[in-house]
């Protein structure tokens, strides 16, 4: 029995998920912070540098878990609001196909390419030893990485936010209490935070499979039943490579700073941007969350014709995108010494080099927000290509930024670059989505005495 009534408030359905959603990333998050606070007091800044330096690497099984789990998730929404269960079914199994043919590619291409991606951001000495520690064990269980990333995503498709989360504050639990036996007690460093992170990976992969083959699944299947299907492989990867590309290119974006920071500045500064990019991690999470908890309801409505509804759930996700970032910026801003003391065992030079990112590089930060949730509301009505020149747009335009900005300011520059750029991008896609909306006869075009649809 579908959960997205007629008569039911669109503000209850968009919590519905988008609660849960927020909880999912943000737990999720847990995995990549906690390590930084373990390894920021037990190893210090070139610690952070190292895990900073191995997460481009790493991250391609986690763009995997992204494409998949978003791609074949708009799919299954699809096809629940269009009442086809077999096709949900085939949608949900290709998906698990996916993951296990993609997860071995990308463990091949890491293998190949590790040394290489490390060399070009800098690493030497003692942070590309910790940064080859920690891709060593995480390479070997790439599989894990992918499933974790996108298993939570398709069983909050499947009706269940709420399982969806459970998983990942399992998930992130064992990795809690792992991080502090293997790093704190084992003194296992970076290998130990690689380890617990995958065996709480492993555990959320047993769990999220599980589920789809018990009766708390509202498609429940059997081992029969797990089929591949060409058609809804391309269809999967078509809506999710969007996502792929954008978390590529964060991962890409993180690799250009760490190598402008050891040129422009030291250890200490790729150091600091580790811990200003966990920080930056806790609103983009909760953003993305924002966003994907919207995007079951929108593609259901937008599956079922309901195209007032996909507006009103978009209304309502991007007002919240907005006022958590604004919040997050003033938080940081008032108390910077509180938050960058997690992350650190009292390194005055660390500190020092934090609060300085913190007030460069993270003054438009709800700006990542609204992008990223333009981008998965694209992608979660059927228009994967214009999802998809957002991700690029997002890179080309930060790129110039990135070689320029440093030139002239120096270290500064390096952290204003990512800002600056998205002011320029959201200027961009803002009327791409409103004009959607319009086309799609979701809002009416504005009449010539409104002042604004958006304050109806």
Avoid at 89 to 103: D, N, P, R
Avoid at 375 to 380: A, E, K, Q
Wanted: proline share 3%; charged share 10%; net charge neutral.
């Amino acid at each position: 029995m579908t959960t997205f009534h007629a008569d039911s408030s669109i503000t209850r359905t968009f919590w519905r998920y988008a609660i849960p959603s927020i909880a999912a990333m943000v737990v999720s998050g847990l995995y990549q912070i906690i390590d930084g606070i373990f390894v920021g007091h037990y190893i210090g800044f070139e610690g952070l540098a190292g895990i900073n330096m191995a997460w481009p690497a790493i991250c391609i099984l986690g763009a995997i878990g992204v494409m998949v789990g978003m791609g074949t998730g708009s799919v299954m929404s699809i096809y629940r609001g269009e009442n086809k269960l077999e096709k949900t079914k085939v949608a949900l199994t290709t998906g698990f196909w996916l993951l296990a043919i993609l997860s071995i590619i990308a463990i091949s291409c890491i293998v190949l390419l590790a040394k290489d991606i490390l060399l070009a951001q800098g690493a030497e000495g003692q942070n590309f030893a910790y940064a080859m520690d920690y891709i060593n064990v995480l390479m070997f269980g790439g599989f894990f990485t992918a499933c974790a990333t996108a298993l939570p995503m398709l069983v909050r498709n499947d009706e269940s936010p709420n399982v969806a989360t459970f998983l990942l504050v399992i998930g992130a639990l064992i990795n809690i209490v792992l991080d502090y036996v293997f790093i704190g007690v084992m003194g296992l460093g970076l290998s130990g935070a690689a380890l617990a992170t995958l065996m709480a990976q492993a555990c959320v992969t047993v769990l999220g499979i599980g589920y789809f083959f018990t009766q708390r699944s509202s498609i429940q299947i059997t081992l029969q039943e797990v089929l591949f299907s060409w058609n809804k492989a391309k269809q999967s990867l078509s809506l999710g490579a969007s996502a792929l590309v954008m978390y590529l290119y964060g991962s890409f974006v993180v690799a250009m700073h760490n190598a402008l920071m050891m040129y422009y500045g030291s250890a200490t500064t790729v150091g600091a941007y580790a811990i200003v990019g966990y920080l930056f991690m806790l609103y983009y999470l909760l953003a993305q969350g924002i966003a994907e908890g919207a995007q079951p309801p929108i593609s259901y409505y937008f599956g079922a014709r309901e195209n007032k509804k996909v507006y009103q759930i978009f209304k309502i996700a991007l007002k919240w995108v907005i006022i958590t970032g604004i919040g997050w910026v003033t938080i940081l801003n008032i108390s910077p010494e509180l938050t960058t003391a997690l992350f650190t065992n009292g390194d005055k030079a660390l500190i020092a080099e934090t609060i300085v990112g913190i007030r460069y590089h993270l003054f438009a930060m709800f700006l990542d927000g609204m992008i990223v949730l333009i981008t998965i509301y694209f992608l979660s009505v059927n228009e994967g290509k214009k999802a998809m020149v957002i991700s690029i747009s997002n890179i080309v335009i930060q790129l110039p930024f990135l070689l320029i900005l440093p030139k002239w300011f120096g270290i500064d520059g390096v952290w204003l670059a990512m800002p600056v750029s998205n002011i320029a991008l959201i200027i961009c896609i803002a009327p791409m989505v409103w004009n959607h909306l319009k086309t799609q006869k979701i809002i009416k075009p504005l009449p010539l005495t409104s002042t604004s649809v958006m304050s109806h």
